[in-house]
Every structure is written in structure tokens, then in C-alpha cells.
Nanobody, 125 residues
Framework: QVQLVESGGGLVQAGDSLRLSCAASGRTFSRYDKAWFRRAPGKEREFVAAVTWSGGNTYYRDSVKGRFTISVDNAKNMVYLQMNSLKPEDTAVYYC??????????????????WGQGTQVTVSS
């Protein structure tokens, strides 16, 4: 079993940077794919970024490519999302997730069995 806790959110201005962190408990954490999702006001939850359990492949939604970077430190049971050049449309609650189901694609919420409670990111114009 895995528990996830996000941190690092806050209020910033457009163009600023933030690094989100996700601390995980559970011995098997390293064998799960990891992802970040977000839910903006009035919108559905959407995929942001993911990394395969081996760390060899990363995936991003088009709107964050070149600005966001997902990384993991399995030795510390940590997942990070470095967010640069933030835009107002990035405003959302950000959730980290972990899962291993092969029935879903890497960008599907259904793939992930474990979720954090979220951390708020607000970007002002």
C-alpha cells in the first residue's frame, strides 16, 4: 500500500517557478508508474505529466511541454514536478498519483490506484 502527500504549492505570478513534491510511503513505491494530474476551477481533472517506474520515459500534456519536468528519487520515495514559466491557466489543485495497471494508458486517471490530497497552485496574471 502507498500513501502520497503533496507539498510545494502556492501563490505566484505569471512567469514564476514552483517545484511540487510528493512524498510516498510504501516499500513497493518504486515499482509504480508516477504521475501528476490537476483540476482547475470548473474543469475536469486532467493529465499533466508521468514517468514510468524505471524512470526511463516521461510524458507531458502538450500545454506544459518545455516548461514542466517530472522526476523521481526512488531512494527517497519522492516525486517532483518542476514548473517553470507558469501561466494563469496552470492554476489548479495538483495531485500526485501512483499505479501499475497495464489496462490503462499512461495519461489515464484509471491507471492510478493511489492519490494524494492535492496542493493548490495559483498563478496570477
Amino acid at each position: 500500500q502507498v500513501q502520497l502527500v503533496e507539498s510545494g504549492g502556492g501563490l505566484v505570478q505569471a512567469g514564476d517557478s514552483l517545484r511540487l513534491s510528493c512524498a510516498a510511503s510504501g516499500r513497493t513505491f518504486s515499482r509504480y508508474d508516477k504521475a501528476w494530474f490537476r483540476r482547475a476551477p470548473g474543469k475536469e481533472r486532467e493529465f499533466v505529466a508521468a514517468v514510468t517506474w524505471s524512470g526511463g520515459n516521461t510524458y507531458y500534456r502538450d500545454s506544459v511541454k518545455g516548461r514542466f519536468t517530472i522526476s523521481v528519487d526512488n531512494a527517497k520515495n519522492m516525486v517532483y514536478l518542476q514548473m517553470n514559466s507558469l501561466k494563469p491557466e496552470d492554476t489548479a489543485v495538483y495531485y500526485c498519483a501512483a499505479g501499475g495497471s497495464s489496462r490503462w494508458t499512461i495519461d489515464s486517471s484509471g491507471k492510478y490506484d493511489y492519490w494524494g490530497q492535492g496542493t493548490q497552485v495559483t498563478v496570477s496574471s
